[in-house]
């Protein structure tokens, strides 16, 4: 895989030339997503293309997508700027990377023992979830769509095992968004870098420790050739959702059938997302253990008594924005949250369990 660094100003600039306004050409639109992801990474970035194809289905090759990568045009985290300003039409990356602009943007994205996948699609969809996140991105000239999820994301790869709270002091860790406050709070020295960035940075001893996604994305990004302690899901990140984000001002210009057949494009790979997802993280996790002697952990009592502390104070903190509708937001998601944790508990926990002790081979 060719991984891309984040390109210069001058670079930045010739590319707001290149991205001009969408094309007309015999009645057919054409737009530029910009991502995140190095081109064709497993679910992200193969997820981008996926996307530009659904749209082109859903409304007839009336709207083309043409895909570029991190790195290409604009930098993995200046996708935001770049439609938010027109110079791109569309972007697909993860909402959590916009904590600095907003924190209720970044909880949509993912929240330490936050929502599932499910719970987090039913908020949206019908708990006002997406007509608050439609009102918060309008103040940046954005139009939002959920257009992704990973499910439970794994904890990261770590050169040495973990047994206590102390062995996160210090550490220099790899972790995106609200994910790294929550490090911080432990002590971690966490550093915020474009995926395709990290494993160069492990490989060099620039960090400890990364986390991403899950098998299928973190073994093509060969982080375990380095860091080879591989630790489980541990509602670090129970669900971590994509966006699928256009320019509110060209959105806005299209008849009401292409609105809808976009929205229909995103919703249908939304869905789709996480059965891929479901379906090839077992076999990537399968791949990583027998061929490449990834050691699989699960993280320790005490560490997840001390995250799951330090998320409940963070949330707290969070409470007390001082902006109307990030408050709005996060009191929304907690009360979705707190009756969606106890109907798992009655529910989809004793199901587990039964699972676990039918075993079938």
């Known amino acids: 895989m060719k991984r891309r660094g984040v390109v210069k100003a ?3 600039a010739a590319a707001s030339v290149a991205l001009a306004a969408p094309a007309l050409s015999q009645g057919r639109i054409e737009w530029r997503m910009v991502t995140s992801w190095p081109r064709n990474l497993p679910g992200t970035g ?3 293309n996926r996307i530009a194809e659904r749209i082109g289905q ?6 083309i997508v043409r895909v570029f990568a991190a790195g290409e045009i604009v930098p993995a985290f200046g996708v935001f700027d770049a439609v938010s300003q027109g110079t791109a039409d569309l972007y697909h990356s993860t909402p959590h990377f916009w904590f600095a602009r907003s924190r209720a943007a ?15 699609t039913g908020w949206l969809r019908n708990a006002g979830g997406q007509a608050m996140w439609d009102e918060l991105y309008a103040r940046f000239n954005l139009k939002p769509f959920v257009c992704g ?3 439970p994301q794994w904890t990261g790869f770590f050169r040495r095992e973990l047994a206590t709270p102390d062995d996160l002091r210090g550490l220099r ?4 968004g609200l994910i790294g406050g929550l490090y911080q709070r432990l002590g971690a020295s966490v550093v915020q870098m474009p995926v395709g960035e990290v494993f160069q940075a492990l490989q060099a001893g620039t960090i400890d420790a990364a986390e991403f996604a899950g098998p299928w994305a973190d073994g093509p990004l060969g982080f375990g050739r380095v860091a080879r302690f591989y630790y489980r899901p541990c509602g670090q ?6 966006e699928t984000v256009i320019n509110k001002a060209r959105f806005d210009t299209l008849p009401d059938d292409l609105k809808a057949a976009v929205r229909f494009a995103c919703e249908g790979y939304n869905e789709e997302s996480v059965a891929e997802w479901d379906h090839f993280n077992p076999l990537a996790l399968k791949e990583m253990v027998e061929r490449q002697s990834i050691a699989v952990r699960s993280v320790p009592e005490p560490i997840l008594r001390a995250m799951a502390e330090a998320a409940a104070r963070f949330i707290r903190e969070l409470r007390e924005d001082q902006d109307p509708l990030n408050r709005r937001i996060i009191e929304s998601y907690i009360a979705y949250r707190e009756t969606a944790v106890d109907y798992a508990a009655e529910a989809h926990a004793p199901v587990n369990a039964g699972r676990a002790l039918a075993r079938w081979s």
């Open 10 to 12: 001058g670079a930045l």
């Open 46 to 48: 193969t997820g981008a």
């Open 58 to 63: 859903a409304t007839g090759g009336r709207i």
């Open 106 to 120: 970044a909880i949509i994205g993912s929240f330490p023992f936050g929502l599932t996948t499910t719970e987090l």
């Open 149 to 151: 999820n990973s499910g």
């Open 173 to 176: 860790f790899r972790a995106g």
């Open 237 to 242: 990140e129970p669900s971590a959702s994509l």
